[in-house]
């Protein structure tokens, strides 16, 4: 199983998602609640994707859906979506 990223929230990172690659294809568990900032506690995101589990058979349309996310406003780490992008296409 390889993971992209890690539903979390320190002061250097912030993520919404959980992104790994499982036998034939990618999933991608969107979190139900984000930590408060500075507090020990978590509310509800309040997005229409929140405790949604996607299923995406190629590693771009695992980007794609990840774009399709953080534009929603998940917060969703750059370095994820630039690795699945390069699974898809490889440096020549």
Known sequence: MT?????????????DVTVVYVLNGWSIAVARKRKVPGRMRYEPIGLSHDGDLIRCLTPAKTAEQLRKLKDEGYSVPDTAIQQLDDEWMPAT
């Open 3 to 15: 993971t992209y990223c890690r539903q979390q929230y320190t002061r250097e990172i912030r993520c």
